[in-house]
């Protein structure tokens, strides 16, 4: 502690302001409430009054003899305390200069200053920094804080080179250093400092306080002994706090110092609730704030708003030369004023200032504290003004700025709000149609910018919807013919990030996009070949886009994206893109002319989710082509895709399933499942709570049952369909269908049949024949026409009202629901009664017709 | 002097300087004739015939086509483009002032300019003319209060700011500014072209329109 605490004041002596205490709301704060503690000395703490200081409390007042009351012995302009014994002791008070010898005089003292008491304590807290030595004598002081923590110290030192008590990371939270006071009666009391104040470590009630050495005793045995010193603590370190971190006062330190009451202080308060704090922004270290670098910053700021254009053009040129990669300079230059000026700047008409502002804003925006701050400080807005600039370079600056701040949703909804989108999109529009070869270079460079904004922008589903209906598809659609990667990976991106939009998707889908799309997937440049997969990924939902790839040769380029197994990003897109892509047959055909599903089987294996989804989603499309399916078994697919079944991603769940599913139809495909136990693996994720998983693992379940040869043995030692029931109860039509797809399948085994019977699943299939979704009325007649087979099920079902509803189906548009509910009536004609509701129900005559 | 005459004289001279100027073709230095011209009719109305601009005059022109605004800049701008130093810019002084100083290449703005903030035409930027061109940047508080302290506090500034720009722009670090410290200067950052007070016209593209481009439809 001692170490920490005297290395601490050590600092001080570095800063030129090291004399005075700065004025801060926390600063005031804590000089009321030490002048509160102060005055309430003499009839609260009369003990503790009286104590003698080894060293008088020295500073320069303006109080005077005139001041005080009969306590004291006054002539002409000085006086001495009456409880100072001997009159050659110092006076108390001379003209400017007073000296304290105890608490009670000082007490006394402040007082008598009547409305400048604050004053007065500030006087004393800044004429006297070692107050603690002054106060106890220097070896008492320099023991206590030594005291009981000086074999840690030691041990300390080893662990941590800078030799400070609190651990380096703990002193990135602000803590000082922890220590151990021994008291009397309590035991020992373990106090954390730290920068928001000093708090005491789960210490119960009160003690007494004591400190000794082989000459002297100090003992302070009350609860406001405790606080006396944890205040001189507080003081000592917020003053410490207050020259070096002056900066860290105006943000978060205002925070976390309403802890730091006197009444918390004698009240327990750990050091943990300075963890939880939230902290939203990380805090430069204080070492920088008495770094060259600060200091050059607080100076080229004031000249930047203090001068006149000039002398803040010549400033803005200099701040260009500041690291501004470092977090720690762009908050200085906040939080010295610097960042609101420069915005402010932006509403001037001195181009070229605003040209420098934009240079250091362009940069500084790249921090994620000052996007929130600049939006804050409604810099968007003056942003998106400039946008409509006389000087090109402006624009350019202005919008690339934009593209940095708009990396959060509250500055692009803003960017919209102030119509931004459609002046970005302005931008384009001015270097397609620019003509004059002087300007060509700068307005490229402008367009180039305006496409990066709204690269940003179009994060945000309105702003895509606003880009689309500003007509900046077509815009970027013809930048697309550049040459420029610096240009065409913002227009893709845009392009990408709109297509997820069905309405964008639309205008996209043109010839002549598609056709750029595939071409860039030949670029040298991965992030371009990225975006480019990306937006054909989200494209080719669309039937004629697929064609469109396939017909611009797209799918050749797209196969030979797969070599870059190391790039995980581009993998992800790329097999997004031949997912999407191997929709069309016609183009799985092409892609198996290269032999891409033994390639994407090997892909099943060692790959990031983003991959693995759209591996599983595109087996499945391939696995529709028959003789495809006996190449994933011939290539060792189908083993790592029953692994894939036991990962948590939902998505990748879905995808997995279907693909599974897809194998599943081929006999041989469905002995190696039986081999890996993959029927158990897909039942339990009928317990999935996402009901996209429940109905894919149902549909995969249907022809494992029809195919596997001891698919009985496996359901019965599973127990699975026990979940039935609870599934037929599901919201989801979806799921409904697919469990009655299992029914189905379940109910030629008539000891199963019999367990389901039990299970109430007669009532519960004729409770849905309400519904109107023609899928759901294909499968559930299906399940109702194959559970029929069971015992008086034919009875119940008439019994339950299934007749009626069936009977209407018959009206469906769609041949399948006739198909099924005509086998399921069939089945239910076989009870007499059944008979009567369909005949009266004019079934006869629908069947006719 | 007839009208048309008027104009052949002016097309004859406006090839004759045409020749000698750079960034300007023919029409253009018509143009620029026209409005000189003009401006010389003002000019005239009150003191009888002259061969050129006065420096008030002239310094009027700096400011209405040009937008500048700083009068010690003016008076520079005036000097240099009156080459012959007899207090009037004449109609050829005027194009090719234009043509070499607001029109030149970039390289030829870096001359005009340094040769604008070298003060005494030591071939140094000194301190000294440092301390002339920005000291009007600081004029409030002495108004303000009045007090002596004060003004040692802005002779303080106005030496700490001359530090940081020296620290930024002196690169071979004997005190004062040569071309070359300018040159690279300007190089890394083109803003500091203009460094000690604005000199060139501020909005190039407006004058063309109004002069060099309009008036050739007449």
Request: with cysteine; hydrophobic share 40%; net charge negative.
């Amino acid at each position: 502690m001692g170490v920490s605490l005297s290395k601490a004041a050590q600092w001080t002596t570095f800063s030129p302001d090291a004399s005075k205490l700065k004025s801060t709301p926390t600063n005031e704060a804590l000089l009321k409430e030490i002048l509160t503690f102060v005055e309430q000395i003499g009839s609260q703490h009369p003990q503790e009054a009286d104590f003698t200081f080894e060293a008088p409390l020295q500073w320069r007042t303006t109080v005077v003899t005139s001041d005080l009351k009969s306590d004291y012995h006054i002539r002409d302009s000085t006086a001495w305390s009456h409880e100072t014994d001997s009159r050659e002791a110092p006076p108390l008070l001379t003209p400017f200069t007073v000296r304290v010898r105890s608490l009670g005089q000082l007490s006394m003292l402040i007082q008598a200053a009547e409305d400048k008491k604050l004053e007065e304590v500030q006087a004393c807290l800044e004429g006297n920094r070692d107050f603690l030595v002054k106060i106890l004598g220097p070896r008492i002081a320099s023991q206590l804080l030594e005291d009981g923590a000086y074999a840690d110290v030691e041990s300390l030192k080893e662990d941590f080179w800078n030799g400070c008590r609190a651990p380096p990371w703990r002193q990135a939270q602000g803590e000082i250093c922890y220590v151990v006071i021994e008291s009397v009666d309590t035991g020992s009391l373990n106090v954390t400092c730290c920068t928001a104040g000093v708090f005491l470590n789960g210490v119960g009630g009160p003690g007494a306080l004591f400190i000794s050495n082989s000459r002297k005793e100090f003992i302070l045995n009350s609860a406001a002994g405790v606080t006396l010193w944890l205040l001189l603590f507080h003081t000592y370190i917020m003053y410490i706090h207050s020259v070096t971190c002056r900066l860290r006062d105006c943000c978060s330190f205002r925070k976390t110092s309403s802890k730091a009451t006197l009444a918390e202080l004698s009240s327990e308060t750990s050091s943990e609730s300075e963890e939880e704090e939230e902290r939203p922004e990380h805090q430069p270290e204080s070492d920088f704030y008495l770094s060259s670098e600060f200091l050059q910053i607080k100076k080229l700021v004031k000249y930047l708003k203090k001068g006149d254009q000039k002398v803040t053009l010549l400033m803005l040129c200099c701040m260009l030369d500041l690291d501004l990669t470092q977090d720690s300079c762009n908050l200085a230059i906040r939080d010295e004023g610097g960042l609101q000026f420069l915005l402010n700047l932006l509403d001037t008409n001195e181009d070229k200032c605003k040209i420098g502002a934009l240079k250091i804003l362009i940069r500084m925006s790249r921090c994620v504290p000052i996007q929130r701050s600049m939006e804050d400080m409604l810099g968007v807005r003056s942003l998106v003004n400039n946008l409509d600039s006389e000087v090109t370079k402006v624009k350019a600056l202005a919008a690339e700025t934009i593209a940095n701040v708009a990396n959060f949703p509250r500055a692009r909804r803003t960017v919209r709000q102030s119509g931004g989108i459609e002046k970005l999109i302005k931008l384009l529009d001015c270097f397609l149609k620019s003509q004059k070869k002087s300007d060509h270079l700068e307005n490229m460079e402008a367009a180039r910018c305006g496409a990066l904004a709204l690269w940003s922008c179009s994060r945000s589903t309105k702003n895509k919807k606003a880009i689309c209906s500003a007509g900046g598809i077509p815009l970027l659609g013809c930048l697309l013919t550049s040459s420029l990667e610096s240009m065409l990976i913002p227009v893709v991106g845009t392009l990408q990030e709109c297509a997820s939009e069905e309405s964008s998707r639309i205008t996209i889908q043109s010839k002549d996009i598609i056709k750029n799309l595939v071409k860039n997937l030949r670029s040298n440049c991965t992030d371009l070949q990225i975006q480019c997969s990306m937006a054909l990924f989200k494209c080719a939902e669309d039937t004629e886009t697929r064609d469109l790839v396939r017909k611009y040769k797209g799918l050749k380029p797209l196969v030979e994206l797969l070599n870059n197994t190391n790039n995980k990003e581009l993998l992800a897109a790329a097999t997004g893109a031949i997912w999407k892509c191997s929709i069309s047959i016609e183009n799985v055909l092409i892609f198996q002319n290269d032999k891409v599903l033994e390639s994407l089987a090997g892909l099943l294996t060692a790959q990031p989710e983003e991959v693995l989804i759209n591996v599983a989603g595109a087996l499945t499309e391939f696995l529709q082509v028959p003789a495809n399916k006996a190449v994933i078994r011939k290539c060792d697919g189908i083993k790592p895709m029953i692994q894939l079944l036991l990962s948590t991603n939902q998505a990748l769940l879905v995808n997995v399933t279907k693909a599974i599913s897809a194998c599943a139809t081929d006999r041989e495909n469905m002995k190696i499942i039986d081999e890996l136990d993959g029927i158990s693996l897909l039942w339990s994720l009928l317990q999935n709570p996402n009901p996209e998983v429940q109905a894919s693992a149902a549909w995969a379940i249907c022809p494992c049952i029809g195919n596997s040869k001891d698919a009985m043995r496996t359901v019965l030692s599973f127990q699975g369909f026990g979940r039935i029931p609870d599934l037929l109860m599901s919201t989801n039509n979806e799921v409904l269908a697919s469990i009655c797809a299992v029914i189905a399948k379940l109910a030629k085994y008539k000891n199963i049949l019999a367990t389901l019977t039990d299970l109430g699943i007669v009532s519960l299939l004729t409770k849905l024949t309400n519904t109107k979704d023609d899928r759901l009325r294909h499968h559930l007649s299906d399940a109702i026409c194959h559970c029929c087979q069971f015992a008086n099920n034919t009875a119940a079902f008439g019994e339950a009202g299934a007749v009626e509803p069936l009977v209407r189906y018959m009206k469906s548009e769609d041949i399948l629901v006739r198909q099924s509910a005509t086998m399921a009536l069939f089945q239910l004609s076989w009870d007499p009664n059944n008979n009567l509701t369909m005949l009266s129900r004019g079934a006869v005559k629908v069947s006719c017709v | 002097m007839s009208s048309s005459a008027n104009k052949k004289a002016i097309q004859a001279l406006a090839e004759t300087i045409s020749k000698k100027v750079e960034h300007f073709n023919k029409k253009e230095v018509e143009c620029l004739i026209w409005r000189f011209n003009a401006l010389l009719e003002a000019q005239k109305h009150s003191d009888g015939s002259v061969s050129g601009l006065d420096r008030n005059q002239f310094k009027v022109v700096l400011h209405n086509l040009f937008e500048m605004t700083d009068d010690f800049i003016m008076d520079r701008v005036f000097r240099i483009f009156d080459k012959d130093n007899d207090g009037f810019v004449t109609v050829e002084e005027w194009i090719q002032g234009l043509s070499v100083h607001f029109w030149g290449t970039l390289d030829e703005q870096k001359r005009y300019c340094f040769h604008m903030y070298d003060l005494k035409g030591s071939g140094f930027i000194t301190r000294d003319d440092i301390f002339l061109l920005l000291k009007d940047s600081f004029h409030l508080r002495l108004e303000e209060e009045g007090r002596e302290d004060d003004y040692q506090d802005e002779q303080d500034e106005i030496n700490e700011l001359m530090e940081i720009v020296l620290k930024k722009m002196d690169h071979d670090k004997d005190g004062r500014l040569s071309f070359q410290d300018f040159e690279k200067s300007v190089k890394k950052e083109e803003l500091l072209l203009e460094a000690f007070g604005s000199c060139l016209p501020n909005f190039r593209k407006k004058f063309e329109q109004q002069v060099l481009e309009k008036q050739q439809d007449e």
